[in-house]
């Protein structure tokens, strides 16, 4: 438990200072002079840099731990940073960009890997996911609208340069708080007829389970994209920040109700990603709710699906091999990443990118299994094994 409030502190850090790029980010890119074509290039290419991290962190992370993983992102990302409040020209942007996201494309699989170790229980692991979303959160809620002030107050350098310092100090506290060794959760397996310990059976997660990352990241990335579009200026960075944190709390609010993690996994991804779906259509075509009510509720929408998402990947994989599952998950949500804001930079003009959203959203949920057959690795609660 001590390995896990120091993650969750760690974590809280490390998202408290990304999360707090999100409203500064475009008007820092349009303060340079790019388009809004060049800026949903430079987002989807950050997420597109995920990919060879990805790839790579799911055999070294299964081979040496997540604990060096962790502290070569965190600084490297730091250090990322404070050559980022020097930058003058939006190609020198897109390249810093690049660079963070191949050197941040460890941290989420590391931190999921150490996290899920701790325990071979279920719902011990499902509590530990929610944690996992609670810290995210919490610094989701507060990072947007800090972020917005300490530009409004010293300027884009200055802000980067106060963001890069704080990873960089994260990543040396992790040095001297992470265990170097961490003995690996088995999941364990009942007695046999004859008394003897039965073989842990061999666990696989479906190649379009992996859709569900897909959607929700590409959802995601058009939203971060489409949302500090509506205004420019500084009272319109103060105004995405806080739009930005109005969702965390939504997120909050579900991850907060840890009784949930009793239920299905599967059935709460599927109700929260419905419910994410309902809110991009309501955003893309119901004008008469008001903005922040819509991203309130889509932010609930997210507390239920990215803790029953991972807990969901963690059953289907049976505890093995935690770093490439995690990784897989991680690259396909690069992918979504890097295709949500280009296509809303291309189409925006013709559709509202928050209806293409909606349409990708309601494509995943129809391409994924609505039954439990027999043999289906989609069992109904925690403490079910699947059907052979």
Not at 39 to 47: D, E, K, N, R, V
Not at 174 to 198: C, E, H, I, N, Y
Not at 290 to 305: D, E
Not at 315 to 342: E, N, Y
Request: net charge positive.
């Amino acid at each position: 438990m001590k390995t896990a409030i120091w993650l969750y502190m760690f974590l809280f850090l490390a998202f408290f200072d990304l999360h707090a790029q999100y409203p500064i980010l475009t008007p820092f890119a349009i303060s340079l002079g790019a388009a809004p074509v060049f800026i949903g290039w430079m987002m989807g290419l950050y997420a597109l840099t995920h990919l060879p991290g990805n790839l790579i962190a799911g055999t070294v992370i299964d081979r040496h731990g997540s604990r060096r993983y962790i502290i070569f992102s965190l600084v490297s990302a730091g250090i990322v940073l404070l050559l980022q409040s020097f930058v003058h020209y939006p190609w020198q942007l897109l390249v810093l960009r690049s660079i963070s996201g191949f050197v941040l494309a460890f941290l989420s699989p590391a931190c999921l890997a150490l996290l899920a170790s701790l325990s071979s229980d279920n719902v011990t692991q499902g509590k530990f996911m929610s944690g996992h979303g609670v810290v995210h959160t919490l610094a989701s809620v507060v990072s947007p609208a800090a972020g917005a002030f300490i530009v409004a107050k010293a300027g884009y350098s200055a802000t980067f340069q106060s963001l890069g310092w704080l990873l960089i100090a994260t990543g040396i506290m992790a040095v001297f708080s992470l265990p170097r060794t961490l003995q690996k959760a088995v999941r364990p397996s009942g007695p046999a007829d004859d008394g003897t310990a039965a073989p842990v059976p061999k666990f696989q997660v479906p190649w379009r389970i992996y859709i569900l990352p897909f959607v929700i990241s590409c959802s995601q990335g058009i939203l971060f994209f489409e949302l500090p579009l509506r205004a420019t200026g500084m009272d319109g960075i103060m105004s995405t920040g806080i739009l930005f944190s109005v969702m965390s709390i939504g997120a909050l609010v579900t991850l907060s109700m840890l009784f949930l993690n009793r239920y299905s996994p599967y059935k709460r991804v599927l109700g929260g990603l419905f419910l994410l779906a309902v809110c991009f259509y309501c955003l893309a075509a119901v004008q008469k709710i008001p903005l922040n009510v819509a991203l309130f509720i889509l932010g609930t929408a997210k507390g239920i699906i990215f803790p029953a998402m991972a807990s969901l990947f963690i059953q289907l994989s049976g505890g093995s091999k935690l770093g490439r599952v995690f990784s897989l998950q991680s690259i396909a949500m690069s992918i979504g990443s890097f295709i949500g804001p280009i296509a809303a930079g291309q189409l925006r003009d013709f559709v509202s990118p928050y209806f293409i959203a909606f349409i990708l959203l309601m494509v995943g949920l129809m391409m994924l299994p609505i039954s439990r057959k027999p043999g289906s690795l989609l069992y109904s609660n925690a403490n079910q094994t699947p059907a052979s």
